[in-house]
């Protein structure tokens, strides 16, 4: 009788003197320890941290300590001794195009283009192969911590079953060009197609539908001013490349007596749903337009690179204040999705290209890849930073690797030693994606499969010989 008065006592006492040992909330997930980089205002670091969620967005941040006094999880992900940062954010990109992957290298834009892409989307692309290219895209991005990318092809309603199968967010935009495309034939076809797409995907909590007009130099005046009819009809976004090179401005410049900004801000184009890929050459007066209408810039360095097309003002974007986030652009023209090697290489072209080594720092590179990237994808609100009501979006980065000995600075770390390889663990959504480097959404092996044999398809139509790949 005594040991079960004392009992009873004992368990009066908890509810008396520690009540918060009953009242905390219950969460879904709890990523515990590690580095946390939320990408704050503040570019505040929090060691030994703690991430609760719930139905897929952040409840809290804070302390490891903190965290465990406040909530009780179904699952918990340890991540003691890596880095816990935003998911990255890809800009810009043609995600099937992964199958094109090294087809035609060293070349210009013009020629990259008519002499070798267009025959060979003409010979390959249908929805077949636009699966095939974005589960080998999908699985890359998560392997590399992208968990949202924004993308310009042809049939996108493949594209958007197959991403959101995969669990990844994305902005996917439909491709509309004056000429006849794999998907439709015609523009009138082709704006039909892209009004079908964004009826399906409205409301979707991963798929963002947008409206894609190729460039100012394949879209006619008469058709860009439709597309953005029925874009601020829809309400939903537009992507366009814009003056991304020397000929561009110039052929332009020649036709409409105006700089592709211009022309486009003239002809009521700009708005702040519009996301503009590369702007490599613009002058001081573009840069205020762009600020003007709040246009998002996607800037794509290594692509931008490979094809020679020059290098984007970046630093006076930046310091104009514009919505900058990165791009790889697509497989064929950078070879990979890689943001790591993005954001590497953003810090350091434009160091070297203005002489100054502070051009772009490392916090900024991160910046541009995670909070930026949100921006110039309009979804600032919902995604970019690991803060209290946005979506979890997600990724633990291991910090022991050789390249990675020693350390003294995170973002130092994340930006100029860290590879894609160190990737962890993903999470979209709330929902992981690939737990310690093994992928959940994809098979891997499957996928690596179906690109060979993509391959061999693709080289035998361009009469490529095709290279022997393992089996």
Not at 90 to 103: D, E
Not at 363 to 384: D, N, Y
Request: proline residues 4%.
């Amino acid at each position: 009788m005594l040991i079960r008065v004392v009992a009873i006592c004992s368990v009066l006492a908890l509810f008396i003197f520690a009540p918060q040992a009953f009242a905390r909330q219950r969460v879904d997930l709890v990523i515990s320890g590690g580095i946390i980089v939320p990408m704050d205002a503040g570019f505040s670091v929090i060691e030994n941290g703690a991430i609760a969620i719930r139905r897929g967005r952040i409840v809290a941040v804070g302390r490891r300590d903190e965290i465990a006094r406040l909530y009780v999880a179904s699952r918990t992900i340890d991540a003691r001794g890596r880095a816990v940062i935003p998911g990255l954010i890809n800009t810009h990109t043609h995600v099937p195009m992964t199958l094109f992957r090294g087809i035609a290298d060293d070349l210009e834009l013009n020629e990259w283009l008519t002499k070798f892409i267009f025959p060979a989307e003409a010979k390959n692309v249908d929805a077949s192969f636009v699966r095939a290219g974005t589960r080998l895209g999908l699985a890359e991005m998560i392997r590399g911590g992208t968990t949202t990318y924004c993308d310009m092809y042809y049939f996108e309603d493949a594209i958007a079953e197959e991403t959101a199968k995969a669990g990844v967010r994305a902005v996917l935009g439909e491709t509309v060009i004056d000429f006849p495309a794999p998907d439709n034939k015609t523009f009138a076809a082709a704006l039909i197609y892209a009004e079908r797409f964004v009826q399906r995907w409205r409301g979707h909590r991963l798929i963002f539908p947008a409206i894609a007009p190729h460039a100012p130099y394949t879209v006619s005046e008469e058709h860009l001013r439709e597309v953005r009819a029925l874009a601020d009809r829809l309400n939903v976004p537009v992507i366009i490349h814009v003056a991304e090179t020397r000929k561009e401005v110039a052929d332009i410049m020649q036709q409409k007596g105006a700089t592709p900004v211009q022309y486009l801000a003239r002809i009521g184009f700009l708005n702040g749903r519009t996301t503009a890929a590369h702007l490599v050459h613009v002058n001081d007066d573009d840069i205020a337009l762009l600020k003007e209408f709040g246009v998002g810039i996607a800037h794509n360095p290594q692509s931008n690179m490979k094809l020679a097309s020059g290098i984007a003002p970046v630093p006076k974007m930046l310091a104009a204040g514009l919505a900058v986030g990165l791009g790889t652009d697509g497989a064929a023209s950078n070879n990979d999705l890689n943001l790591w090697e993005e954001m590497d290489t953003a810090a350091k072209l434009h160091k070297v290209a203005t002489f100054d080594p502070r051009a772009v720092s490392a916090r900024q590179a991160l910046w541009m890849a995670t909070v930026g990237g949100a921006r110039a994808l309009h979804l600032e609100s919902e995604i970019g930073s690991l803060e209290i009501g946005k979506r979890a979006d997600i990724v633990i980065v291991d910090l022991d690797s050789l390249h990675q000995t020693p350390r003294y600075d995170i973002y130092s770390h994340l930006v100029y030693a860290t590879k894609a390889s160190d990737v962890r663990t993903v999470i979209v959504d709330g929902r992981v994606l690939m737990r310690d480097r093994r992928l959940l959404t994809l098979n891997e092996a499957a996928v690596r499969r179906e690109a060979r044999l993509w391959q061999r398809r693709v080289a035998q139509s361009l009469r490529i010989p095709a290279q022997s790949a393992p089996q």
